[in-house]
């Protein structure tokens, strides 16, 4: 099972994932940054989602953060984005 | 999930209180008032939501003793503001982030080395002879001998638990 995530449609820039924290305020600004460029991406709110989902999660994250903070953005399953880094996030799509 | 809303006197509250802390034991919080509110609201909804005051940009396990290291003020506080200028979540800043001069970048988690960082200290502590033990405040550093930690830590107000024997007796 894979927990599904939502979607904010926007300019395709390659496949991109969000692990997000609901309660999380650089979460919620690179979610704000994303969508302010219009970025087409999935994102999840990881401590929403409760049970094995979110066991599931973790592991996914650990695979590009082994130190599974948030947010993290995985770009095409290969590139990883840790933190609010707002310089990376917008040279990576501007 | 059930979480009760959180209001606005509840996050005022909260604020008042953890800056009358923090003014009297030396630190200050981020100057930019919604940007800490809205970290403070955070940790209201994981207080409804796990019953302590975890860190509102990490994950909590729901598991208080196992959250013990990452509930506000985090154990990692005072050495990332040492090193960085904020805490992890930036609910507390140092001077040059609160004036303005510098400003706050992404804080890699220390949390990830807890397990090295533990076994790196038991190798360097040893038992001496002492008349009572020395606990250690885990969240600032305050020291004190005694048989039992004191209630609330005097410095930075963290609580019993989070206390941790340095030297035994």
Redesign the interface.
Known sequence: MTVEKKHESGTKKGDVILYA????????KTKDLLNELGIDYYYVD???V?GDG?KEL?EEIKKFN?????PTMVINERDSI????EDKIREKFE | MGVRQINEKDIDLYFNKINKDAISSGYDLNPDISFTKSLIRGILVNIERYGYDACPCRLASGNKKEDIDIICPCDYRDIDLDQYGACYCALYVDEEIKSGKKKVLPIPDRRSNRDKEKIDNKNKIGNIDLKYPIWRCKVCGYLCARDNPPAVCPVCKAKKDRFEILLNK
Request: proline letters at 4%; charged letters at 15%.
């Open positions: 924290l609901s309660t999380c305020q650089w979460c919620r990881v401590d929403l409760i979110q973790t082994p130190a599974v903070s948030f840790v933190g609010f880094d």
